[in-house]
């Protein structure tokens, strides 16, 4: 799937997560077959929520509903969250500041990719529009086939 020079999909991620100042993230791909995101990458997320995120259904959590929608879901708070869209879990991550963005290929959705804050946080447009369009340069690779 790679070539020698693309960096390893936790690279990808730990540096994404960094350019954003985050301190988690995660990098779901999906399965077609079952219509569930597939984590492919993750850093910062408690081990009591890896069975949790593993495999994620199309319109469940934040990733699911960024999925299902194809748009940005976003949290300024998500210990504080009572829209219903994040799981009761999810607060174990300890992380406030939430961005899910669809990783599209065109209008053809292909995962996910999460990052948080661990303090309140309200993405700017600019930052939602950054992580859509790096969602957007790695979909042609993150899906096989």
């Known amino acids: 799937m790679f070539s020698s020079t693309d960096p390893s999909w936790a690279e990808f991620l730990t540096?994404?997560?960094?350019?954003?100042?985050?301190?988690?993230?995660?990098?779901h791909r999906l399965d077609p077959a079952d219509r569930h995101l597939k984590l492919v990458a993750h850093q910062?997320?408690?081990?009591?929520l890896m069975p949790i995120i593993q495999s994620i259904?199309?319109?469940?959590?934040?990733?699911?509903?960024?999925?299902e929608r194809k748009e940005p879901v976003e949290m300024c708070n998500l210990?504080?969250?009572?829209?219903?869209?994040?799981?009761?879990?999810?607060?174990?991550?300890?992380v406030q500041g939430t961005l899910a963005v669809p990783?599209?290929?065109?209008?053809?959705?292909?995962?996910?990719l999460g990052i948080g804050k661990l303090a309140p946080y309200d993405f700017t447009s600019e930052e939602?529009?950054?992580?859509i369009q790096t969602a957007r340069n790695i979909a042609a690779r993150l899906l096989p086939g």
Do not use: H, M
């Open 15 to 27: 540096q994404t997560i960094a350019d954003f100042g985050c301190t988690t993230g995660t990098l």
């Open 44 to 48: 910062g997320i408690p081990e009591a």
């Open 57 to 67: 259904p199309v319109g469940k959590g934040i990733a699911g509903v960024a999925a």
């Open 79 to 94: 210990q504080t969250d009572t829209s219903g869209v994040a799981k009761p879990g999810a607060k174990q991550t300890q």
């Open 103 to 112: 990783v599209l290929d065109g209008e053809r959705l292909c995962g996910t």
């Open 128 to 131: 939602k529009e950054k992580l």
